[in-house]
């Protein structure tokens, strides 16, 4: 994560997941460590994995005193295993005490998507499609999932409802049909944004395709009829699929020759990497 997006985007964030976290004070650690002393604690992977986050762990302490310092012995996108030795982070006890969990929740949280895409991305390994992720983020953690996915070996879909057009069936109902919610699209939104329209059935395709959409959806559609919507647009429109995607049923979509699937798997249903922070001891 570049330090711009960290100062802009991430760091407001962590700081409202310090504040949760410490609303007065840190009762614990004051009371078993009143005065300042420096220490060094070390991070160790528990779990085979890909790490993501890194970045994002050692800010947490930072944010608290610029002072710490984290030492890695591991990047982001690097495959981990069982036991290894990722990180040793020195700085003053009592900011190594308050900072653990924040930081470990970012750190398991971001390495168990990024291993969790990984494993789904492996399956598409020799196709044109790719992997994306979706906006089934948990508040305000968007910008933290959607980089694991990244790292991951995914792709982002829009990041927001200001980064693209997406008319799914509400909206398609909201225009009166398929024809009329893509036309009210383009004749509103600026020319530089591409307009994908998500469609349930072949009828819905067609009308897509006569309307111009850039992007076809096809949702909760059997790989059958995805298969026949795809050889039908025959390359007029870029084509995805999505509906309840997961590392145990993504294998039935790898042939269908769509350009994307898109998951929201990656960020909603992803377990935690398990990660800890062990070996709290005095350093001069």
């Not at 690097?78 to 006890?93: E, F, H, P, W």
């Not at 979509?253 to 960020?267: E, H, K, M, P, R």
Request: glycine fraction near 8%.
């Amino acid at each position: 994560m570049n330090e711009i997006t960290m100062k802009l985007q991430a760091d407001p964030l962590i700081l409202q997941a310090l504040q949760e976290d410490i609303t007065s004070e840190d009762i614990t650690t004051n009371a078993v460590m009143p005065e300042a002393k420096k220490g060094q604690v070390q991070l160790i992977c528990k779990q085979d994995g890909i790490v993501a986050g890194l970045d994002v762990f050692a800010r947490v302490f930072e944010l608290l005193d610029n002072t710490v310092q984290t030492e890695r012995y591991c990047e982001d996108g690097d495959a981990i295993t069982s036991g290894q030795l990722m990180a040793a982070v020195t700085g003053d006890i009592r900011v190594l005490l308050s900072g653990e969990r924040v930081a470990l929740n970012y750190l398991q949280r971001m390495s168990g998507i990024a291993t969790y895409t990984n494993s789904i991305a492996g399956l598409l390994k020799g196709t044109k499609t790719k992997l994306l992720d979706t906006r089934k983020t948990t508040p305000n953690m968007r910008v933290f999932e959607k980089y694991a996915v990244k790292v991951g070996g995914g792709y982002n879909h829009r990041y927001n409802l200001s980064d693209g057009v997406l008319l799914k069936d509400n909206h398609i109902g909201a225009a009166g049909g398929v024809k009329e919610a893509i036309r009210m699209a383009k004749q509103y939104a600026p020319f530089v944004r591409k307009i994908e329209i998500e469609v349930e059935n072949l009828e819905m395709v067609r009308e897509a395709v006569d309307a111009g959409a850039d992007i076809i959806m096809l949702d909760n559609m059997s790989p059958e009829e995805m298969k026949e919507a795809v050889k039908w647009i025959d390359g007029r429109a870029e084509t995805e699929c999505s509906g309840n995607v997961t590392r145990e049923n993504v294998e039935r979509l790898v042939n269908i020759g769509v350009d994307y699937i898109s998951s929201g798997a990656l960020t909603h249903s992803a377990p935690i990497l398990d990660i800890s922070l062990k070996n709290l001891h005095p350093v001069d």
